[in-house]
């Protein structure tokens, strides 16, 4: 019943590849959040923008990974090299308001493995 | 700060009763929300209860928070099989409107 897509479901890479993972908030929604779930069902925060401007994000992202939302097109999230710890779910959600009493609704995510 | 957690990894219940999942945080929070999430599916939203609240409701479920004692539950009553999920509670002591989840609890009230 999610009305945020997330593609590719599935993404399989080799050890330094770089993995692209796209986005497409709910209609409306200027919030957008990208969280990292491990096998251990362990969220991480990666990156959050409103509109198409990062509010926060955490170290590793900023090392480590690239995203953007632009305007008219999908967000994305793009790992520059893979690592064997980066495999994970990866889960897109999206806000139709900043703040802390905000529901954030989740796309299905995209299971990236490194092998 | 230390994430919210959920008690136990998971629960059995057979089809009908009521079962009821706790959250334990550690820093002081504005709301807590309770989420679910289906095998496959991204997580969803069940019920966010504000710091300034005791109990919330939502059809089958009931929230509670205790600020006191840093604690929550949720409760479902006459459970389903689709009710089958690992259910989390998530605060907002993060990053400003990031989430901080727990480890979730799947329960199982459909045993294969």
């Known amino acids: 019943n999610s009305k945020v897509i997330q593609t590719p479901r599935y993404l399989v890479k080799g050890q330094g590849q770089k993995a692209k993972m796209r986005c497409i908030p709910e209609?409306?929604?200027?919030?957008v959040f990208w969280y990292q779930q491990n096998k251990n069902n362990e969220f991480k925060f990666l990156i959050n923008?409103?509109?198409?401007?990062?509010?926060?994000q955490i170290d590793m992202t900023e090392k480590r990974f690239s995203a953007e939302c632009p305007s008219n097109s999908p967000c994305s999230l793009e790992i520059q090299s893979s690592e064997a710890g980066d495999s994970a779910l990866y889960l897109c959600?999206?806000?139709?308001?900043?703040?802390?009493?905000?529901?954030?609704?989740f796309g299905p995510g995209t299971r990236l493995t490194v092998l | 700060s230390q994430l919210a957690e959920e008690n136990l990894w998971a629960l059995s219940v057979h089809e009908g009763e009521s079962v009821t999942v706790n959250c334990s945080y550690k820093?002081?929070?504005?709301?807590l929300q309770w989420y679910r999430q289906k095998s496959g599916e991204g997580p969803a939203q069940l019920i966010l209860i504000r710091s300034n609240e005791r109990e919330k409701r939502n059809g089958r479920l009931r929230a509670t928070l205790d600020t006191s004692s840093q604690s929550s539950s949720l409760s479902i009553t006459a459970t389903r099989c689709e009710d089958t999920a690992v259910y989390f509670c998530?605060?907002?002591?993060?990053?400003?409107?990031?989430?901080?989840f727990g480890s979730g609890t799947k329960v199982i009230p459909c045993l294969p």
């Open positions: 923008f409103q509109n198409q401007e990062v509010l926060q």
């Open positions: 209609k409306g929604h200027p919030v």
């Open positions: 998530a605060t907002d002591e993060g990053f400003a409107s990031a989430l901080t």
């Open positions: 959600a999206s806000s139709p308001l900043w703040g802390n009493y905000a529901e954030q609704f």
């Open positions: 820093t002081s929070i504005t709301a």
